[in-house]
């Protein structure tokens, strides 16, 4: 039996992303894995888009400045580098536990490492700290190379961790998956799509609900960008089981 600790969408709110962490004893003090994660006990699972602040407030508390302007070289910079100093620590994070600590390549992570699209906030703000062409900073090469490694779904015992959605098609982020509604709407439009893909269990993030983590127990998923809501999922797995989710739950802290 393994427990399944997974957070969602981090958005470069990493404060809340290491508190999630000590609430679930999954890191400590000084910001590495607890015993159960060494030990592989706990698995820690981030669903993806560490990077790029959710709005122009969260923009401005990174930079350190009462009004971030995305055309502000200055603002850029600031953003940029309080993110590097952020994907370090995780990246030491994960490197004291590999065998224990996931991380699934978000679309945000995948145009930092290859800026050939500009996202942007809801309230109309450009991602663009990490894209020189618009005045930003690069990707230091060895953070690109560890972001280029994280998987794009993680799949145990029937059970799929993804970040957007158990289609395949939503695995990868280029002209289609930008194009199509789908991915933000297929929960609510075509929840059967997880038991068509023969899974147990589905858990993504990609879309924020309102109220926190969603759990549909009739389609067998949670929808987990919750991280502002204060909340992660936990899931018990036993891989010997002939239905290995053992036990699903929304978490407070």
């Known amino acids: 039996m393994h427990k399944f600790i997974a957070i969602g969408d981090v958005h ?51 930079a350190g400045v009462t009004r971030f302007e995305t055309d502000n070289p200055d603002h850029l910079y600031y953003a940029a580098t309080a993110q590097i100093r952020a994907l370090e620590a995780l990246k030491a994070y994960q490197e004291a536990a590999p065998h224990a600590v996931h991380i699934i390549l978000g679309n945000h992570d995948d145009v930092v ?19 020189p062409e ?67 269990f589905g ?8 109220g926190g983590i969603l759990l549909s127990e009739t389609h067998r998923f949670a929808m987990i960008d919750a991280l502002s809501s204060r909340e992660y999922l936990e899931l018990m797995l036993d891989a010997e089981q002939a239905s290995p989710v053992q036990g699903v739950r929304a978490v407070p802290f």
């Open 12 to 62: 470069a709110d990493f404060d809340t992303m290491w508190g999630a962490l000590r609430a679930a004893s999954c890191a400590d003090a000084h910001g590495q894995p607890t015993p159960p994660v060494r030990a592989g006990l706990y698995q820690v699972v981030l669903i993806g888009d560490l990077v790029h602040p959710k709005n122009e407030r969260e923009y401005g508390r990174l």
């Open 113 to 131: 490492i290859d800026p050939q699209y500009v996202l942007g906030t809801s309230g109309g703000m450009r991602h663009v700290e990490f894209d």
């Open 134 to 200: 618009y005045g930003g900073v690069s990707l230091p090469e060895h953070l690109r190379a560890w972001m280029q490694s994280f998987p794009r779904e993680l799949r145990v015992a029937g059970v799929q961790f993804a970040h957007a959605s158990p289609l395949p098609a939503h695995l990868h982020y280029d002209d289609l998956f930008y194009a199509d509604h789908g991915p933000k709407r297929w929960f609510r439009d075509s929840p059967e799509y997880v038991e068509m893909a023969g899974l147990s």
């Open 203 to 210: 858990v993504y993030g990609h879309t924020q609900i309102e």
